[in-house]
């Protein structure tokens, strides 16, 4: 089969369009034909390298995939040859504690496609028959395999992990990115006023078209100072962080009393300080979030095939053209998702 596959971390002239043994698949197991795969954040990591983490090489990235079941293994019982589906990024053991709770995203093995195993740039992945999803099909399967990452890791932050309540103020940090036009839309389904920004007069276009409230250009705008002056000095109930260094103390100086900081990423850098008074004085929490569980997918996946909820995708690519759409991706011009198509 065809595969966008690196032998080493680097830029992105390591991801070479080459051909590989179709992946044979286990009992419980099925082998997805690719229509589509999704890029994130999260492959330009996988294919610079993480300190720490040893990802198997040669390697095949891609976590957010849409396709069709080519092949499926002696004991899986719940999907059929044919059928369209989208795949739960998340794989776990499905058997430890986390897991039998319906967390996944605890579990000590959980892991991505295309993370710590091979993903779907290619024109087939395997994967567990418990990561097959619902196809909802009124998306094509560009805009289907937009959605899973996102739009899980969104909800996880701002519903499971943040609390959100109706009618709250939020606070959605980079709203161009993938995760924060997901963050904008569910903020809107629970009725709270959104508050986004984005380092362009387009995005933030782009982000009042999704529903965000009000905005601010954060490269000419001071985040902490509009915040206050949109809130009446108040701040805002909750802020949706995925940038880091560069927005960490305008986003705990934009916290009302009570606020909740929920943060699923560090584009920019990990470092960042807390003052302590602040935090007991307000009263603030700091909540970390890593990606979502299958459960809140197919709540997502529902909201979706309803027209409550949309993907957002920024322009589709061949897969041939991997090492384009990274370089594309790093340069944070994208509104929304980049899609190869397989
Ligand atoms: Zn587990």
Redo the contacts with the bound molecule.
Sequence with gaps: MKAIVFHQHGGPDVLHYTDVPEPRVHSNEVLIRVRACALNHLDLWVRRGLPNVSIPLPHIPGSDISGEVAKIGEHVTRVHVGQKVVLAPGV?????????AGA?N?????TNLGYMIDGGCAEYVRCPEVNCMPYPENLSFEEAAAVPLVFQTAWHMLVTRAQLQPGEDVLVLGAGSGVGSAAIQIAKFFGCRVIATAGTDEKLAKAKQLGADDVIQHRIMSIRKEVRRLTHNRGVDVVFEHVGTATWDDSIASLAVGGRLVTCGATTGFDAKVDIRFLFSRQLSVLGSYMGTKEELRIVLKLVAEGRLKPVVDRVLPLASCAEAHAYLELGKQFGKVVLSV
Excluded at 106 to 110: A, D, G, L, V
């Design positions: 776990s053991c499905g058997k430890c504690a986390a897991c039998l996944d605890r579990c000590r093995e959980f």
